[in-house]
T-cell receptor, first 109, second 113 residues
Framework: QQPVQSPQAVILREGEDAVINCSSSKALYSVHWYRQKHGEAPVFLMILLKGGEQKGHDKISASFNEKKQQSSLYLTASQLSYSGTYFCGTEKNGNQFYFGTGTSLTVIP | KAGVTQTPRYLIKTRGQQVTLSCSPISGHRSVSWYQQTPGQGLQFLFEYFSETQRNKGNFPGRFSGRQFSNSRSEMNVSTLELGDSALYLC????????????FGPGTRLTVT
């Protein structure tokens, strides 16, 4: 039931773009995105709800395809500060919350 | 506004002992969730409390329990510790249940020897 993320890891140069995908085998109620830097707690980035409503970061965008049970996070013009592990999180009708497998993103100068 | 606080930050216990971890949510937040993070299993949901009631529970044995107080502070207890319980335990608070973003505390690093 844990959402699967792809890619598992990606290395970018500053200024490049990246897309991180999150797929679930279960119907989704909402999708959350978090970033965790090494040795720190996860930090909220964005939440996407059924019906298209989004709440979150103004420099990061995301999409949520309810029919395909997928979400994608779009990082444009990446900065060194974007480095970290990205997790999607999903819930189904208020039931327990599942975090994805994680994507390690490294931005190099 | 103060963030989520967790105490203690680090803990070393031996097998068979029990441990209690504490979490104070952001002021005004009524929902508290607990997660276990390990390199092998990633972030796994333990349970969620809202208005002093456990609303959801993950797939963990009964040795893991928790509670929430009237001021929304929460505690998590693990009894009869096993080596595999070594992990970072994260607490997250949110305004309410449902589609609200979660704010994480710094975590408690538990080592079981």
């Amino acid at each position: 039931q844990q959402p699967v993320q792809s890619p598992q890891a990606v290395i970018l140069r500053e200024g490049e773009d990246a897309v991180i995908n999150c797929s679930s085998s279960k119907a989704l109620y909402s999708v959350h995105w978090y970033r965790q830097k090494h040795g720190e707690a996860p930090v909220f980035l964005m939440i996407l709800l059924k019906g298209g409503e989004q709440k979150g970061h103004d420099k990061i965008s995301a999409s949520f395809n309810e029919k395909k049970q997928q979400s994608s996070l779009y990082l444009t013009a990446s900065q060194l500060s974007y480095s970290g592990t990205y997790f999607c999180g999903t819930e189904k009708n208020g039931n327990q919350f599942y975090f994805g497998t994680g994507t390690s993103l490294t931005v190099i100068p | 506004k103060a963030g989520v606080t967790q105490t203690p930050r680090y803990l070393i216990k031996t097998r068979g002992q029990q441990v209690t971890l504490s979490c104070s949510p952001i002021s005004g937040h009524r929902s508290v969730s607990w997660y276990q993070q390990t390199p092998g299993q990633g972030l796994q949901f333990l349970f969620e409390y809202f208005s002093e009631t456990q609303r959801n529970k993950g797939n963990f044995p009964g040795r893991f329990s928790g509670r929430q107080f009237s001021n929304s502070r929460s505690e998590m207890n693990v009894s009869t510790l096993e080596l595999g319980d070594s992990a970072l335990y994260l607490c997250a608070s949110s305004l309410s249940q449902g589609e609200y973003e979660q704010y994480f505390g710094p975590g408690t690093r538990l080592t079981v020897t």
